[in-house]
């Protein structure tokens, strides 16, 4: 079963998309610690943990788009999951700095004495176990995800409503998380990070290895989408992004597919925020923020939805590009973040990939029985209101 | 999929058999007051055909709603297989019980291959991890190629279903009812849209299809139903306004006047 599911997530574009990102693991690592520096080959060590944020972000939209892509669920609140997953790591970073905090309590992170409080509160135990925080990392977000899913799903809230109680759920995450009493540092967030499971997160060989780190999980997850999407499981997924109520008539339940899909992305989201959190060194409440949870989307839309690669190439590509505008024009930013959403929404509705590979769209192997689909076309026919398909609404009405 | 021994098309005149596959009794619905259906009662038995027939408004959409569970009841029984409450499930429920549906205008997955269309609709367990585990056997493989064969798209199976003609797309979906192996299938306006040869060749394959199922035909064309050669139920506003044969109830004076006269 399990085998059948892996041989099935390493069609030829997996596996060429996992072996670069080994490649990539071992390379970058190799250019920053063994290449002396002085050699062209030497990769500057502040390199190391902005590529391994631009693969949690590319992890993140990855995650966005199993459900968006996908499902045609458009879940503008997935910065959410990243942010929990990012809290749930640096909780465990807290309690490893122990007493070399300012207030040197063994116990109490700084903020807390700060605060005056007396005793850890019950949800920050465990934490100081690394084993503990991993299982949150995936928990936390994987539970909100079914808790969130489950009523909207049911009461089949679609397209754009989904979309804005989503944007709500990680504005509401946002003004809870700003709350000193809340217990997680308030507007402050967690920071000052000492060591993660005993190395220095400063060290540059701690950096290369979370770098490494951070590559080898997406590899990991691109092998679980891939998976997913190559299954049956991913065409029924496919089914309901473009005619719901028809997959229901088949006997699908739509609700449950839907949950599934969302609970996945929400933990491969929730494990990307805490690979970033280590390589940032801060955690704080503007992870939550709603503009951020909208910038992954125009991320994979970029790249190209309905694809594997296409988010992962977006996040990077639009974050590059961000990196460099930031430093060379700030003031136009985000302009022209808005202008590259416009453009690709109008002229590019697969995205970079959709650019690449439009014309060489081939025809299924008549004899492959497991015949993939193809990328998102441009528009799509809905079972009954046949509305057309826009790139912000999947399916705006039932 | 026709079976030699299965028991020859009822026709109307027919010993009844004692049970019944699908039992509507005084069905009523209304939408903001306006009365989609009215007292409706129709039986439908086993390995039996029946065409409606009947105006815009008639209720023929709202009724094959109501059966298969997208709208609710306020009055009335609807029996599947002598025994099952439809108004307590929902549609996945009512859909893997056996009732298949053919929406009027086509609706297939316009973004899958013809193949993944039919695997979609195929007869097997629908849940997520089923689902998400299912490799196609070789059964499987023979009954989709089957399939293909009596839809005539067999040479089209690795297209994606939006290179389909119109005709084409009817027939997929009408494949893909035949993939879930339904016990009643409910067909809405299956030629719409089809040349005169197709017309008749898509009356052909129901005709057999009812060998073994019950089939429930809406249709505006009535070459294609006179071509079905089944039982005929009119509607209007909601009720049943005549039944019988075709030349019965197109003799009949209402439905003259409030349908084919028009």
């Known amino acids: 079963m399990i085998t059948r599911f892996l041989l099935r997530a390493l069609d030829r574009k997996a596996i060429w998309l996992i072996v670069a990102l080994v490649a990539v693991s071992i390379l970058v690592p190799v250019a920053n610690l063994v290449v002396p520096a002085g050699n062209p080959l030497h990769l500057d060590a502040v390199w190391v943990p902005l590529l391994g944020k631009y693969l949690t972000w590319a992890m993140l939209a990855l995650a966005l788009d199993l459900v968006w892509g996908y499902c045609g669920i458009l879940s503008l609140g997935h910065g959410a999951f990243f942010a929990l997953g990012g809290y749930a790591m640096g909780m465990y970073l807290m309690r490893q700095i122990g007493a070399r ?43 909100l995800a079914l808790l969130f899913g489950w009523f909207a799903f049911r009461s089949r809230v679609t397209g754009v ?154 996040a990077i590509l639009v974050n590059a590009g961000k990196s460099y505008f930031t430093a060379a024009l700030p003031d136009y930013w985000l302009y022209a973040l808005g202008a590259l959403f416009m453009l690709t929404t109008i002229f590019l509705p697969q995205g970079i990939v959709g650019l690449v590979l439009g014309r060489g769209r081939k025809r299924r192997a008549p004899n492959n029985p497991s015949g993939r689909s193809e990328p998102l076309p441009a528009r799509s026919a809905e079972a009954e209101a046949g509305e057309e398909v826009g790139i912000l609404s999947p399916r705006a009405a039932e | 999929m026709t079976d030699e021994t299965a028991p020859p098309v009822t026709i109307v005149d ?85 009732i298949g549906r053919k929406f009027q205008k086509p609706t297939v997955f316009e973004s899958q291959t013809v193949w993944d269309n039919l695997l979609l609709a195929l007869k097997k367990p629908r849940g997520v991890f089923p689902t998400l585990f299912y490799g196609a056997d070789n059964d499987d493989v023979t009954r989709i190629d089957d399939i293909l064969r009596i839809i005539r798209l067999s040479g089209r199976k690795g297209d994606l279903a939006a290179g389909l003609s119109h005709g084409q797309k009817q027939w997929l979906e009408i494949g893909m009812l035949l993939a879930q192996d339904p016990k009643l299938l409910l067909v809405d306006e299956p030629v719409a849209g089809m040349t005169d040869a197709e017309t008749v060749e898509t009356a052909k394959l129901l005709k057999d299809i009812a060998m073994t199922r019950s089939v429930v035909v809406v249709e505006h064309d009535m070459s294609f139903v006179r071509e079905l050669g089944c039982r005929v139920t009119c509607l209007a506003e909601g009720s049943v306004l005549a039944e019988g044969t075709l030349d019965q109830v197109s003799a009949n004076p209402v439905v003259i006047e409030r349908y084919l006269g028009r």
């Open chain 1, 101 to 143: 905090g300012v207030y040197a309590n063994p116990i109490l992170p700084d903020f807390m004495v700060f605060l005056n409080w007396k005793a850890l509160p019950w949800y920050w135990y465990g934490f100081d176990m690394f084993w503990f925080a991993a299982m949150m990392v995936a928990l936390a977000p994987g539970l």
């Open chain 1, 161 to 314: 409503y989904l979309s804005i109680i989503t944007q709500a759920m990680t504005y509401a995450l946002l003004l809870a998380f700003f709350r000193n009493d809340m217990g997680f540092g308030g507007n402050n967030g967690l920071t000052d990070f000492k060591d993660i499971l005993g190395f220095n997160v400063q060290a540059e060989a701690t950096r290369a290895a979370l770098f490494a780190v951070t590559a080898l999980f997406l590899a990991a997850a691109v092998l679980v989408c891939s998976g997913i999407v190559n299954s049956k499981l991913g065409n029924v997924m496919i089914a309901i992004r473009d005619a719901e109520s028809r997959a229901r008539f088949l006997g699908y339940r739509v609700d449950n597919v839907k949950l599934f899909a969302f609970v996945v992305s929400a933990i491969i989201a929730g494990i990307a925020g805490a690979l970033y959190v280590p390589q940032v060194g801060i955690i704080n409440p503007n992870e939550f923020s709603p503009a951020n949870s909208i910038e992954v989307v125009i991320w994979t839309a970029v790249g190209g939805r309905g694809t594997i690669i296409g988010p992962i190439l977006g």
């Open chain 2, 14 to 98: 027919a010993a009844p058999p004692a049970r019944t596959m699908l039992y509507l009794s005084g069905v009523s619905v209304s939408f903001d007051g306006f009365r989609a259906l009215n007292n409706l009662s129709i039986i439908v038995h086993p390995a039996e055909m029946l065409a409606i027939i009947g105006p815009n408004g008639a209720g023929k959409t709202t009724m094959m709603d109501i059966i298969t569970g997208k709208t609710r009841a306020d009055a009335g029984d609807v029996l599947f297989d002598d025994t099952i409450d439809l108004r307590k499930l929902d549609e996945a429920k009512i859909a893997n019980l056996g």
